[in-house]
Nanobody
């Protein structure tokens, strides 16, 4: 599996960005594509996840209601639409792939990672 993340940039607080994760390779319908982020000096944390077939989504509490994850089934791209961005959303965002699990919020088990894309939210 190969993943390529893109779409980061600089935005003012309250603004929006859409991140994209282009996926290729052997991906099963119940595999997961997750988004994680790592702010300077902090550990990487879970943001959102979607099952490859789109039947399941989950969000971190800090982004629920502001971020939406979805899959473009034609282009095999997973998008993370981020609205009402806050300075605390500033981080490098990574997409990652793993097989089905009940523990999709943990980084453990995500075997393939994209290169990361930087999101900076100014106040």
């Amino acid at each position: 599996v190969q993943l390529q993340a893109s779409g980061g940039g600089l935005v003012q607080a309250g603004g929006s960005l859409r991140l994209s994760c282009a996926a290729s390779g052997r991906i099963r319908s119940n595999d997961y594509i997750g988004w994680f982020r790592q702010a300077p000096g902090q550990e990487r944390e879970f943001v959102a996840v979607i099952a490859w077939d789109g039947t399941y989504r989950d969000y971190a509490y800090s982004v629920e209601g502001r971020f939406t994850i979805r899959r473009d089934i034609v282009k095999d791209i997973v998008h993370l639409q981020m609205n009402d961005l806050k300075p605390e959303d500033t981080a490098v965002y990574y997409c990652a792939h793993r097989p089905y699990t009940m523990n999709h919020r943990s980084q453990v088990g995500y075997n393939y990672w994209g290169q990361g894309t930087l999101v900076t939210v100014s106040s």
